[in-house]
């Protein structure tokens, strides 16, 4: 298993988020921001970044009630990353 840190999940979530809107959103994506409003991400596109998380990151993503907290900044989701990928 290869070590991953916060600003490795976050390139690579940017490039998933990147590959979801067909455009790079790389300047885009701030820390704090609620990167699904910056990004005007709809329903189809939340469910394609929760696939998504299972096959890039492995991790399983709306099975538990802080799963919904993670998509309030490109943080939160890094740290939920982290901590799934470390179990």
């Known amino acids: 298993m290869s070590v991953r840190t916060a600003e490795s999940v976050r390139d ?3 490039a998933t988020l990147s590959l979801i809107k067909k455009r790079d959103v790389s300047a885009e994506l701030d820390r704090d921001d609620d990167f699904m409003r910056v990004l005007n991400l709809d329903s189809l596109d939340a469910v394609e970044l929760t696939v998504r998380l299972g096959s890039d990151f492995g991790i399983e993503f709306g099975a538990e009630p802080e799963d ?4 309030e900044s490109l943080n939160a989701l890094v740290a939920l990353v982290e901590r799934r990928a470390a179990r």
């Not at 919904?68 to 998509?71: E, K």
């Open 12 to 14: 690579r979530l940017a």
């Open 68 to 71: 919904l907290d993670a998509l």
